[in-house]
């Protein structure tokens, strides 16, 4: 049903943010540019490796996934600032008109973003075959779920 449609794009697209948020939140709070840039260097590199281009696909592959990242972090950094308003609407208890608005405008951000990422198949069929776009998506998953072990294993130490 749409209901569960909607719940569950909603937890995909929660547990994504509370993942991406400290990377988002870093840079913003600190300055640590260089800590972001760092990061998708690694991303990408991470991702060359796994997917072993010729030297020209590897160009255009990284021309095209540069450009689709950065649209990517916008996508994800609006459905940030919608939670925040969204959060802050309810803490200042506004009006309930105002609160479904708000709630409105969140989840069309976060379809937007998952929607965005799911075009990542279409995006990249220029450049990579079936396989190798199953590599990518499968080569982010991976390095997300690195960086949340490392974040994990720090806040341990």
């Known amino acids: 049903s749409s209901v569960m449609r909607t719940a569950k794009i909603i937890i995909i697209s929660a547990i994504a943010l509370i993942i991406s948020a400290p990377a988002f939140s870093r ?33 255009k592959f990284t021309a095209l996934y540069k450009a689709f990242d950065e649209k990517r972090g916008q996508a994800m ?18 009006d309930e008109e105002e609160i479904v608005r708000l709630t409105n405008v969140y989840i069309e951000a976060q379809i937007k973003a998952l ?25 982010e998953e991976l390095f997300r779920r690195e960086q949340f072990r490392k974040m994990k294993n720090h806040k341990n130490e």
Request: charged content about 35%; proline content about 0%; cysteine-free.
């Open 115 to 139: 929607e965005f990422h799911s075009s990542i198949l279409k995006e990249f069929s220029g450049i990579l075959d079936a396989e190798q776009r199953a590599k990518l998506l499968i080569g």
């Open 77 to 94: 950094m609006a459905q940030m600032k919608a939670f925040h308003k969204l959060s802050r609407a309810v803490e200042e208890k506004k």
């Open 27 to 59: 840079r913003d709070k600190i300055g640590h540019k260089d800590f972001f840039e760092k990061m998708q260097a690694q991303k990408l590199e991470f991702l060359l490796e796994s997917l072993s281009l010729e030297e020209a696909d590897a160009a």
